[in-house]
């Protein structure tokens, strides 16, 4: 059974208030169900709906077994009235941020955007790019572990992989390492599009 005690008005009541968005936001980020939460935290599912929903104010105790179920320190619930991250990230067509410099640093007749920027919790990224006849990587893109998939959306492609070549049409995919030296370029006579989508490791 959950312990409550009534939420103080003025400057804790944004801090208490946010205690429901963070749990609700730590448990799915963790895949778990309420029952399942329960089990891990030995808090009942209908006190952890009641706490996610603002209905009822979690005592110290019942905080600290809910925080050391989901693996955040309690100052995450407490430290500020802040609302929780968003899930998801959302990047409209017409606001894209620029491709990170060191995505293609010495490219030529590229005009790239951003289409997912990595941050701690999302370490994948994404960009789109209009590739001119004759424009391309440059020499060798800078090497770091991880990986990459490139998606050709319009055009053709020359894909360099390790020594390994490859030409991609619209609609062909490429997955390899970036720990291999990789470049690209458009050597046909129309522009090409495509899509880069890359993890960090």
């Not at 640093?105 to 994404?126: H, K, M, W």
């Not at 990789?182 to 522009?191: C, E, I, R, S």
């Amino acid at each position: 059974m959950l312990d409550v005690e009534p939420a103080e008005r003025g400057s804790w009541e944004p801090i208490v208030g946010a205690i429901g968005p963070k749990l609700r936001e730590a448990r799915q980020q963790l895949g778990l169900s309420l029952q399942q939460l329960a089990a891990r935290s030995d808090v009942s599912a209908a006190a952890i709906h009641k706490v996610e929903r603002g209905d009822m104010v979690p005592t110290i105790t019942t905080l600290l077994k809910l925080a050391t179920a989901v693996g955040r320190p309690i100052g995450h619930f407490v430290d500020d009235g802040a609302p929780p991250a968003p899930v998801a990230t959302l990047i409209r067509a017409g606001e894209r941020p620029a491709a990170p410099p060191e995505w293609a640093p010495a490219a030529e007749g590229v005009a790239a955007a951003a289409v997912a920027l990595p941050t701690a919790r999302l370490p994948a990224s994404g960009v789109v790019a209009e590739i001119e006849p004759g424009g391309g990587s440059g020499d060798t893109r800078p090497l770091r572990p991880g990986e990459e998939v490139l998606l050709v959306l319009d055009g053709v492609l020359q894909v360099e992989v390790a020594g390994e070549r490859y030409r991609l049409s619209a609609g062909d995919s490429l997955h390899y390492p970036t720990d291999r030296p990789h470049q690209w370029h458009n050597t046909d006579a129309a522009p090409a599009r495509a899509v880069w989508f890359s993890v960090r490791s």
